[in-house]
T-cell receptor, first 113, second 112 residues
Framework: EAQVTQNPRYLITVTGKKLTVTCSQNMNHEYMSWYRQDPGLGLRQIYYSMNVEVTDKGDVPEGYKVSRKEKRNFPLILESPSPNQTSLYFC????????????FGSGTRLTVV | TQLLEQSPQFLSIQEGENLTVYCNSSSVFSSLQWYRQEPGEGPVLLVTVVTGGEVKKLKRLTFQFGDARKDSSLHITAAQPGDTGLYLCAPADSGGYQKVTFGIGTKLQVIP
């Protein structure tokens, strides 16, 4: 089944403790992206990647890192999480970019205390 | 970043009613996409509209792209509880510009 898989679905962590949210797609998509979704603010793009080793900042990249060493994986790294990073995170992939439409993962609900 | 405004932000209706939600911008888009997000899940692509004035139908959902390609609407006929969710629009232009800004969305609740 074609899908984007995120792990974990739920995570509670403490301020400053490094964490990684994994994202994997099995559709050989070139484009991958991370979003956070907050009430009243909608989906905001954190980082995106147009291919292996090619990443760029979205609208809210501060406090996040990403890497794209393989085509299928695009992990989101929070080196020192803070409470304002408590949010619902989505990974998405697309064949070549936005004109193809996105396939989203099921989300990761992160709480930083 | 291309800004999209969606209205209304919230809509609660009875089963069987019709409704229309809107996606507007001051920018011209070459194409635009609509997504539906159900509670606890990621958004799912419903349709891409490409041509100014285009109308696409997906069962009881009718999508229209404005003639000037600055706006779009989604009309649902005889809404069902299964239509409940967050409806999002996003530009779908091709090319090298790959930042994607979604509208905040319209949260629809259909009451049985």
């Amino acid at each position: 089944e074609a899908q984007v898989t995120q792990n974990p679905r739920y995570l509670i962590t403490v301020t400053g403790k490094k964490l990684t949210v994994t994202c994997s797609q099995n559709m050989n998509h070139e484009y991958m992206s991370w979003y956070r979704q907050d009430p009243g603010l909608g989906l905001r793009q954190i980082y995106y990647s147009m291919n292996v080793e090619v990443t760029d900042k979205g609208d809210v990249p501060e406090g996040y890192k990403v890497s794209r060493k393989e085509k299928r994986n695009f992990p989101l790294i929070l080196e020192s999480p803070s409470p304002n990073q408590t949010s619902l995170y989505f990974c998405a992939s697309s064949l070549t970019g936005r004109k193809d439409g996105y396939t989203f993962g099921s989300g990761t609900r992160l709480t930083v205390v | 970043t291309q800004l999209l405004e969606q209205s209304p932000q919230f809509l609660s209706i009875q089963e069987g009613e019709n409704l229309t939600v809107y996606c507007n911008s001051s920018s011209v888009f070459s194409s635009l996409q609509w997504y539906r997000q159900e509670p606890g899940e990621g958004p799912v692509l419903l349709v891409t509209v490409v041509t100014g004035g285009e109308v696409k139908k997906l069962k009881r959902l009718t999508f229209q792209f404005g003639d000037a390609r600055k706006d779009s609407s989604l009309h649902i006929t005889a809404a069902q509880p299964g239509d409940t969710g967050l409806y999002l629009c996003a530009p779908a232009d091709s090319g090298g510009y790959q930042k994607v800004t979604f509208g905040i969305g319209t949260k629809l609740q259909v009451i049985p």
